[in-house]
């Protein structure tokens, strides 16, 4: 089981932008994906973006498109999450998670989501608070 561990989490204004960062030691950064998912209090956990680790190709949901920007440093075996425009909504816990295979991306291709149960290592989370 790898050991994921985010960080930067944190308050920031309307229209701010904050990093998180997961670190991943020991991932096979050569296969599967790594991914963010986001809980806020009452809902469901969202699965807002992946990253491929073979070519680098990234989905993002709707809700975060154009605003987050996924990326990864396969030297430093980290991955992070760049998030601008921050809105109320945007306030959660965010997990970082790696699939080491090839579930993650199919899920993705076959509905548009991503889907918990194709992830097999999480993170404890970060919370990110947006506020005026």
């Known amino acids: 089981q790898i050991k994921l561990q985010e960080s930067g989490g944190g308050s920031v204004q309307i229209g701010g932008s904050l990093t998180l960062s997961c670190a991943a030691p020991?991932?096979?950064?050569?296969?599967?994906?790594m991914g963010w998912f986001r809980q806020a209090p009452g809902k469901e956990r969202e699965g807002i973006g992946c990253?491929?680790?073979?070519?680098?190709?990234?989905w993002y949901a709707d809700s975060v498109k154009g605003r987050f920007t996924i990326s990864k440093d396969n030297v430093q075996t980290t991955m992070y999450l760049q998030m601008n425009s921050l809105k109320p909504e945007d306030s959660a816990i965010y997990y970082c998670?790696?699939?080491?295979?090839?579930?993650?991306?199919?899920?993705?291709?076959?509905?548009?989501?991503?889907?918990?149960?194709?992830?097999?290592?999480w993170g404890q989370g970060t919370q990110v608070t947006v506020s005026s």
């Open positions: 020991g991932y096979p950064f050569s296969s599967g994906c």
């Open positions: 990253i491929a680790n073979r070519g680098g190709r990234v």
């Open positions: 998670a790696a699939d080491s295979g090839l579930y993650a991306m199919e899920s993705i291709q076959r509905i548009n989501k991503m889907e918990e149960r194709t992830f097999q290592d």
